[in-house]
């Protein structure tokens, strides 16, 4: 049987199925994936999911003219309110964000992200972009989601070179697996059935903690042809 996903159909449906009907969601810059995800999860199972995103566009109606960095004015002017930026941060701090879909470079088992230098802070190899919103909305959002389009022993460490932010993560999908934060650690939650739990571990820089081996639900075909429908550009594939 020839396989009719790819890794970005994979995890683009893997974040969508992780998302509740009436839940606030929020994407940031740079992030296709989720914004994605967050649609597909609106027209499948989560009619009254509210989307919330950088330019402040509320339930952007479509994603056919998304800018390059997820953050343009064209998720406004499609969106049916504003909501503004400064008061999505009040919003969460006030514990009324449900889901905030962030970014990192470095990951250890304890949950700490780091988005700020790798190597020594104050003579680094490479220069991150730093926190932004992830100082705030990972501490304070109810479920912080993690997405990386790469799984290596770069990027999974035993200690990051730089704490960003730490706790509060809920799940990490990558290109292999699922994390899931629990217990002050990163556990897997689940393995996609394109890889495998010896490729995980080959590529994990720590020790994988699991209770059970758990393989990720593959993308349905009902979910393939909505994916085709709602982003036919392929976004979700521009990290890839």
């Not at 909501?83 to 962030?102: E, N, T």
């Not at 490479?126 to 022993?153: E, Q, Y």
């Not at 934060?181 to 939650?189: A, M, P, S, V």
């Not at 495998?196 to 059970?212: I, M």
Request: glycine share 8%.
């Amino acid at each position: 049987m020839v396989k009719q996903y790819r890794t970005s159909d994979m995890m683009t449906c893997t974040i969508a199925r992780m998302l509740q009907d009436g839940e606030t969601v929020f994407h940031g810059v740079s992030s296709h994936l989720p914004m994605v995800a967050m649609l597909l999860a609106k027209s499948l199972h989560a009619p009254n999911l509210v989307q919330l995103n950088i330019p402040g566009g509320v339930n952007p109606d479509s994603i056919d003219k998304a800018s390059y960095s997820s953050a343009g004015a064209d998720l406004l002017e499609c969106g049916e309110a504003y909501f503004p930026l400064d008061q999505l941060f009040d919003l969460s701090m006030r514990g009324k964000l449900d889901v905030a879909f962030l970014g990192g470079v470095q990951f250890d088992i304890h949950g700490n992200v780091n988005a700020s230098v790798i190597g020594d802070y104050r003579k680094p190899k490479v220069r991150l972009p730093g926190g932004a919103g992830s100082a705030v909305l990972i501490p304070t959002a109810k479920k912080a989601i993690i997405w990386r389009t790469k799984h290596d022993r770069r990027t999974f460490v035993e200690n990051v070179d730089f704490i960003t932010t730490r706790g509060n993560l809920w799940k990490i999908v990558t290109p292999l697996c699922v994390f899931e934060f629990k217990h002050g650690k990163l556990h897997l939650d689940s393995v996609h059935p394109t890889s495998s739990l010896e490729e995980v571990a080959e590529n994990t820089g720590f020790n994988l903690l699991y209770d059970e081996i758990k393989y990720t639900e593959l993308p349905t075909q009902h979910e393939l042809k909505t994916l085709r429908k709602i982003d036919p550009h392929d976004y979700r594939s521009s990290e890839f």
